[in-house]
């Protein structure tokens, strides 16, 4: 099951990688389809919570299920640590900026967790954690950011209709997108 709540306020200097829970949000999922963001269980969901034991292959054919049926062509792997990344703290600062893509954001979490927050059609920030074995599409047009949680650390896959695109339109105050203010690409080469 989805794991989501309604955010409170971050305060000026505050945590992003703390959770802020304002309210639960009963009927996380079916809250999530309607405003376009999907969700997918992939691995076994284990009592314990605990899946890195779970080899690669138990989920790899699921994703490539939902990959095909999606049209996702291609996918690449980032970790996102400090010890993976030495301008860590710099990254995460924009990915935390609110943005928008003109593509789906298609995120598979394959080690470690995460959040990400969307806007609701209220404009509240809806928090949604993820672990190892959630699948999370982001409708194109949707606001949002990700922060890592205070484990400091995730490993995803990235899946893409197309070749990727790294193009993200930040939020302004006055609601209006402006052109490709952030680049938001954790790839290899950082
Ligand atoms: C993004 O676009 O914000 C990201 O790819 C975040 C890292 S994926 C866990
Ligand atoms: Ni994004």
């Known amino acids: 099951m989805?794991?989501?709540?309604?955010?409170?306020?971050?305060?000026?200097?505050?945590?992003?990688?703390?959770?802020?829970?304002?309210?639960?949000?009963?009927?996380?999922?079916?809250?999530?389809?309607?405003?376009?963001?999907?969700?997918?269980?992939?691995?076994?969901?284990?009592?314990?919570?605990?899946?890195?034991d779970v080899p690669e292959s138990e989920y790899l054919a699921q994703l490539d299920a939902v990959a095909s049926e999606r049209g996702y062509k291609n996918r690449d792997q980032v970790e996102i640590s400090p010890t993976k990344m030495p301008n860590y703290e710099t990254l995460c600062g924009v990915f935390f900026q609110e943005h928008l893509h003109d593509d789906e954001e298609i995120r598979f979490c394959a080690g470690g967790s995460g959040y990400f927050d969307v806007r609701d059609r209220a404009d509240r920030w809806i928090r949604i954690a993820v672990t190892p074995g959630d699948l999370l599409v982001l409708p194109a047009g949707i606001y949002h950011r990700f922060s890592p949680d205070e484990k400091n650390y995730i490993k995803a896959i990235r899946l893409f209709q197309d070749a990727p695109r790294w193009e993200a339109h930040a939020r302004t105050v006055n609601n209006v997108s402006s052109a490709a203010a952030a680049s938001v690409q954790p790839a290899g080469d950082l």
């Open 2 to 52: 989805v794991s989501a709540w309604l955010m409170s306020d971050i305060a000026p200097g505050g945590d992003p990688r703390l959770a802020h829970v304002s309210a639960p949000l009963p009927e996380a999922q079916a809250f999530l389809k309607d405003i376009g963001v999907l969700y997918w269980r992939l691995a076994p969901i284990r009592p314990e919570g605990d899946l890195s």
